[in-house]
């Protein structure tokens, strides 16, 4: 035994000690990718797992050799890769990088030790392993500036230190940090491009590394993925941009799954190399604040001639040259492929980059500096708008021109000017173009002259540091010193949308399904959004209703107050249940079924309001509009048939169609915690409608609809949480039936069929306890389990009713919130009628 042992050391030991004297060595970088069956690779694709797998001759990376040594300084902070900030003997810095990803910190904690961070670490088998060795030839040619990179195994090295057990014996990528020299981050640079006009963005050089990047599927470019070196160009400084970070490249989406999550709305700018580009807006997406800064003064012209010259300097023998530095055998299993996708790349590029020129001038920043500059806005005959900017000296010569372009109204809706601090001028000779203007002024003085105004500049200044001459009452002013009012916020210009479903279970409504779409709108300095359009429907397999109901919200449309525009249609064949007026009315569950109880009618509202607040209190006020249509066949042997047993303001007129409008006033504050599992905190709904009616069938009346909950904790890891809540209605006037105070069912009483009990007021009270059983970290899915007890009891009054009996209802159940960011709740509630179990996506509150 212990032959064998001294046998296998000396082998090990021999083995390095070979290795320690090659140039290159062989190497496996993760064959764990190839070793999944056809079921997987159809779910996740094919992508690169045989170049991962591939026995591949790299070259041995010796950092004791490079330039008189390389001395690690820290660790880098990649999101998928390990990487380590390295310094040579002149002092010059370098990055080492693993080519292994290990994308745990791209995922919740919660999800760190579970089957989805193996499906993503699965999914890097999309990313080739030698791709970045294909950039430096179509970039030098391009004149896109680049770094050289060097693939190769790094050796066990004693300049590693404390980082060898993460670096020593693995496949890195290893290139000079700043190869032209010293350069600047992206928010720096941004800084100095307004403290001064003599720092400029050099935009042609930025549109040849953005084609660069369509050209090698490159979608990856966020801010943190560009160095920018400033060069001195007669007497100016301008900031070159640098690309860096080359991980992405031919980047593939196969698999099913892959290709739904990057054809939705989940990751639109992620599409793969393997198909043409769907949509090349999205695709540059993560350099979008950085396009707007570098290539809002480029013309059509311009653009297209750039990107012409970039497509012509990438010839045939240059794409096969590139693709050449790959090492074999994964150069002769990928070669063809590679070479068609690059050729049918270039050939769309001018089309693409067009279509994102056309998309970045909808509408355009422009950004003056902290210095001095003279704007100037004028239109021409054809309704173009020409804006010409020029540098101001300290005593108010003109030096050189910043920016000169005309926008042309049919792409271009809207310009806004950010002159920044320092005192600036503009004028405005505008007789015919119909783009709108913002100006954004600044600290310093302004001075605004207005020729011609053909319509309306709105500005945004300080008070008391401008002066206007020419033309008068052509600005619409707002005037604060605030900074809101003058800093500088990025135009958004991509429209966004989310889809959810909606489920759920109760005895009435049977298994409830359907959707919601949110499109959510950019605007003005509003943020996340300035407008959203909500689309929501539910059908009911039980009673086959159907629910619609629409909200759009527009933020800060007057002042600081929102829009809120609600509508919704519950119909066709919506189904409500009615078993009379009163705190006693009967169910007769022995000689009636549930059927007998169901009324079919339709309901259609719009609810217009304005909205004041955000984050814990909001308050809303609006007119309301309400018809009623009753469904009135099929119904004749229903009980809301029986005009003798209902006891409503409307038992004669129940089949005629109610017409009302009137005011509703809604106020909430919101001090929970955590809105999907609260532990402490409460929530407080107030609402208040007052209605008149509007045709001969219809009655006034008015409601006050209030709730209270709250949240308390028992200990400090909230593994006991008291949720108590308190609500009602009082209501004044003639009220229709379906216009009751309800309780019954999920919302105000379990253990009872909804809207089990009908009156004029009500009340009730839920009080539960959620006692949270473990959060616990699954592999296939982690997230918090508990139980849930709960007792609910309340009632309603009606006028010349003599009643004092509560209706309770007690039970419990389970709920699982899976990576705590859903909920799925299981429970059943017992009552004098009987057992009812529900299923939800979510708290009742």
């Given at each position: 035994?212990?032959?064998?042992?001294?046998?296998?050391?000396?082998?090990?030991?021999?083995?390095?000690?070979?290795?320690?004297?090659?140039?290159?060595?062989?190497?496996?970088?993760?064959?764990?990718?190839?070793?999944?069956?056809?079921?997987?690779?159809?779910?996740?694709?094919?992508?690169?797992?045989?170049?991962?797998?591939?026995?591949?001759?790299?070259?041995?990376?010796?950092?004791?050799?490079?330039?008189?040594?390389?001395?690690?300084?820290?660790?880098?902070?990649?999101?998928?890769?390990?990487?380590?900030?390295?310094?040579?003997?002149?002092?010059?810095?370098?990055?080492?990088?693993?080519?292994?990803?290990?994308?745990?910190?791209?995922?919740?904690?919660?999800?760190?030790?579970?089957?989805?961070?193996?499906?993503?670490?699965?999914?890097?088998?999309?990313?080739?392993?030698?791709?970045?060795?294909?950039?430096?030839?179509?970039?030098?040619?391009?004149?896109?500036?680049?770094?050289?990179?060097?693939?190769?195994?790094?050796?066990?090295?004693?300049?590693?230190?404390?980082?060898?057990?993460?670096?020593?014996?693995?496949?890195?990528?290893?290139?000079?940090?700043?190869?032209?020299?010293?350069?600047?981050?992206?928010?720096?640079?941004?800084?100095?491009?307004?403290?001064?006009?003599?720092?400029?963005?050099?935009?042609?050089?930025?549109?040849?590394?953005?084609?660069?990047?369509?050209?090698?599927?490159?979608?990856?470019?966020?801010?943190?993925?560009?160095?920018?070196?400033?060069?001195?160009?007669?007497?100016?400084?301008?900031?070159?941009?640098?690309?860096?970070?080359?991980?992405?490249?031919?980047?593939?989406?196969?698999?099913?799954?892959?290709?739904?999550?990057?054809?939705?709305?989940?990751?639109?700018?992620?599409?793969?190399?393997?198909?043409?580009?769907?949509?090349?807006?999205?695709?540059?997406?993560?350099?979008?604040?950085?396009?707007?800064?570098?290539l809002s003064a480029l013309s059509e012209d311009e653009w297209n001639r750039v990107i012409r010259e970039f497509c012509a300097a990438i010839t045939d023998e240059l794409l096969e040259k590139a693709v050449s530095k790959l090492p074999e055998p994964g150069y002769s299993l990928r070669h063809s492929s590679l070479i068609a996708q690059l050729k049918q790349r270039r050939a769309t590029l001018p089309a693409m980059m067009n279509d994102y020129y056309h998309f970045l001038n909808r509408i355009v920043d422009i950004q003056g500096s902290d210095k001095a500059e003279l704007v100037h806005l004028k239109s021409n005959a054809d309704q173009s708008l020409t804006l010409t900017m020029?540098?101001?000296?300290?005593?108010?010569?003109?030096?050189?021109?910043?920016?000169?372009?005309?926008?042309?109204?049919?792409?271009?809706?809207?310009?806004?000017?950010?002159?920044?601090?320092?005192?600036?001028?503009?004028?405005?000779?505008?007789?015919?173009?119909?783009?709108?203007?913002?100006?954004?002024?600044?600290?310093?003085?302004?001075?605004?002259?207005?020729?011609?105004?053909?319509?309306?500049?709105?500005?945004?200044?300080?008070?008391?540091?401008?002066?206007?001459?020419?033309?008068?009452?052509?600005?619409?002013?707002?005037?604060?010193?605030?900074?809101?009012?003058?800093?500088?916020?990025?135009?958004?210009?991509?429209?966004?949308?989310?889809?959810?479903?909606?489920?759920?279970?109760?005895?009435?409504?049977?298994?409830?399904?359907?959707?919601?779409?949110?499109?959510?709108?950019?605007?003005?300095?509003?943020?996340?959004?300035?407008?959203?359009?909500?689309?929501?429907?539910?059908?009911?397999?039980?009673?086959?209703?159907?629910?619609?109901?629409?909200?759009?919200?527009?933020?800060?449309?007057?002042?600081?107050?929102?829009?809120?525009?609600?509508?919704?249609?519950?119909?066709?064949?919506?189904?409500?249940?009615?078993?009379?007026?009163?705190?006693?009315?009967?169910?007769?569950?022995?000689?009636?079924?549930?059927?007998?109880?169901?009324?079919?009618?339709?309901?259609?509202?719009?609810?217009?309001?304005?909205?004041?607040?955000?984050?814990?209190?909001?308050?809303?006020?609006?007119?309301?509009?309400?018809?009623?249509?009753?469904?009135?066949?099929?119904?004749?042997?229903?009980?809301?048939?029986?005009?003798?047993?209902?006891?409503?303001?409307?038992?004669?007129?129940?089949?005629?169609?109610?017409?009302?409008?009137?005011?509703?006033?809604?106020?909430?504050?919101?001090?929970?915690?955590?809105?999907?599992?609260?532990?402490?905190?409460?929530?407080?709904?107030?609402?208040?409608?007052?209605?008149?009616?509007?045709?001969?069938?219809?009655?006034?009346?008015?409601?006050?609809?209030?709730?209270?909950?709250?949240?308390?904790?028992?200990?400090?890891?909230?593994?006991?949480?008291?949720?108590?809540?308190?609500?009602?209605?009082?209501?004044?006037?003639?009220?229709?039936?379906?216009?009751?105070?309800?309780?019954?069912?999920?919302?105000?009483?379990?253990?009872?069929?909804?809207?089990?009990?009908?009156?004029?007021?009500?009340?009730?009270?839920?009080?539960?306890?959620?006692?949270?059983?473990?959060?616990?970290?699954?592999?296939?899915?982690?997230?918090?389990?508990?139980?849930?007890?709960?007792?609910?009891?309340?009632?309603?009054?009606?006028?010349?009713?003599?009643?004092?009996?509560?209706?309770?209802?007690?039970?419990?159940?389970?709920?699982?919130?899976?990576?705590?960011?859903?909920?799925?709740?299981?429970?059943?509630?017992?009552?004098?009628?009987?057992?009812?179990?529900?299923?939800?996506?979510?708290?009742?509150?």
């Amino acid at each position: 035994m212990r032959t064998i042992c001294l046998f296998s050391f000396f082998a090990v030991l021999f083995s390095l000690s070979a290795v320690a004297q090659e140039d290159s060595i062989t190497v496996g970088i993760y064959p764990k990718y190839d070793e999944v069956g056809k079921v997987h690779r159809y779910f996740f694709g094919e992508n690169y797992r045989k170049e991962y797998a591939l026995q591949t001759r790299v070259p041995i990376i010796r950092l004791s050799n490079i330039h008189g040594g390389l001395k690690p300084l820290r660790r880098g902070g990649g999101f998928q890769s390990h990487s380590l900030r390295l310094e040579d003997s002149q002092g010059k810095e370098w990055v080492l990088r693993s080519v292994e990803k290990y994308p745990e910190s791209l995922l919740p904690e919660n999800l760190r030790e579970t089957f989805v961070l193996d499906v993503l670490k699965d999914n890097m088998s999309a990313q080739h392993p030698f791709a970045a060795l294909v950039v430096p030839e179509l970039a030098e040619a391009a004149g896109v500036a680049h770094a050289k990179p060097k693939i190769g195994w790094v050796l066990a090295d004693p300049l590693l230190g404390e980082f060898a057990p993460v670096f020593a014996n693995t496949l890195c990528l290893l290139e000079e940090r700043e190869p032209d020299g010293d350069s600047d981050n992206t928010l720096k640079m941004f800084r100095k491009l307004v403290e001064d006009h003599d720092n400029r963005p050099d935009g042609i050089a930025f549109l040849k590394a953005k084609a660069l990047d369509v050209l090698i599927g490159d979608w990856d470019r966020h801010a943190d993925q560009w160095r920018w070196r400033p060069e001195k160009e007669n007497g100016k400084t301008v900031y070159k941009p640098i690309p860096r970070d080359r991980d992405q490249v031919f980047y593939l989406t196969q698999g099913l799954i892959p290709k739904y999550a990057q054809a939705s709305y989940l990751l639109p700018y992620i599409q793969g190399y393997e198909r043409n580009v769907q949509n090349i807006n999205w695709y540059v997406w993560e350099s979008r604040g950085i396009s707007t800064r570098f290539l809002s003064a480029l013309s059509e012209d311009e653009w297209n001639r750039v990107i012409r010259e970039f497509c012509a300097a990438i010839t045939d023998e240059l794409l096969e040259k590139a693709v050449s530095k790959l090492p074999e055998p994964g150069y002769s299993l990928r070669h063809s492929s590679l070479i068609a996708q690059l050729k049918q790349r270039r050939a769309t590029l001018p089309a693409m980059m067009n279509d994102y020129y056309h998309f970045l001038n909808r509408i355009v920043d422009i950004q003056g500096s902290d210095k001095a500059e003279l704007v100037h806005l004028k239109s021409n005959a054809d309704q173009s708008l020409t804006l010409t900017m020029q540098s101001l000296s300290k005593n108010g010569k003109l030096k050189d021109t910043l920016v000169h372009k005309t926008f042309d109204p049919a792409l271009t809706k809207e310009l806004r000017i950010y002159l920044h601090d320092g005192n600036d001028s503009l004028v405005l000779d505008n007789q015919s173009s119909e783009i709108a203007v913002r100006i954004i002024g600044g600290h310093g003085f302004k001075s605004y002259h207005t020729e011609n105004a053909y319509r309306k500049v709105k500005l945004y200044d300080k008070p008391d540091s401008s002066v206007f001459t020419g033309i008068q009452n052509r600005f619409k002013l707002n005037l604060s010193a605030d900074t809101a009012n003058l800093s500088y916020r990025q135009t958004d210009l991509y429209h966004k949308s989310r889809y959810l479903l909606n489920a759920g279970y109760n005895n009435d409504d049977g298994i409830l399904l359907g959707l919601s779409v949110k499109y959510m709108n950019p605007g003005f300095r509003k943020f996340p959004y300035g407008n959203t359009q909500s689309f929501s429907f539910v059908h009911s397999f039980s009673t086959q209703a159907f629910k619609f109901h629409y909200t759009g919200e527009w933020t800060r449309i007057i002042g600081k107050a929102d829009f809120i525009l609600q509508a919704s249609a519950y119909a066709p064949n919506n189904t409500r249940n009615f078993f009379g007026l009163g705190n006693e009315s009967i169910y007769d569950r022995e000689s009636q079924a549930i059927r007998y109880y169901r009324t079919r009618f339709s309901l259609y509202q719009l609810d217009p309001a304005l909205r004041w607040g955000r984050g814990k209190q909001i308050f809303s006020v609006g007119p309301s509009l309400q018809y009623y249509h009753f469904n009135a066949d099929s119904q004749q042997d229903r009980f809301i048939a029986q005009t003798d047993q209902l006891h409503t303001a409307d038992s004669l007129t129940i089949d005629k169609e109610k017409l009302f409008g009137g005011l509703k006033f809604k106020y909430t504050i919101d001090s929970r915690d955590n809105i999907l599992i609260p532990s402490s905190g409460m929530f407080l709904d107030v609402g208040i409608q007052g209605y008149l009616g509007l045709n001969n069938y219809a009655n006034n009346f008015g409601q006050l609809n209030a709730s209270a909950a709250f949240y308390k904790k028992l200990d400090k890891r909230a593994n006991f949480v008291i949720a108590d809540r308190f609500g009602g209605t009082l209501t004044a006037g003639k009220h229709t039936f379906y216009q009751s105070a309800f309780i019954g069912g999920e919302g105000t009483l379990l253990g009872f069929r909804q809207y089990r009990f009908a009156g004029d007021h009500s009340f009730y009270n839920n009080l539960e306890m959620r006692v949270k059983l473990a959060d616990f970290v699954s592999y296939v899915l982690p997230g918090q389990l508990g139980l849930v007890g709960f007792h609910d009891i309340g009632r309603v009054w009606r006028k010349n009713e003599n009643s004092d009996r509560w209706h309770q209802g007690v039970g419990g159940g389970f709920y699982f919130a899976p990576a705590s960011m859903a909920m799925i709740r299981v429970i059943a509630a017992h009552s004098k009628e009987g057992w009812y179990p529900y299923l939800a996506l979510n708290f009742r509150y």
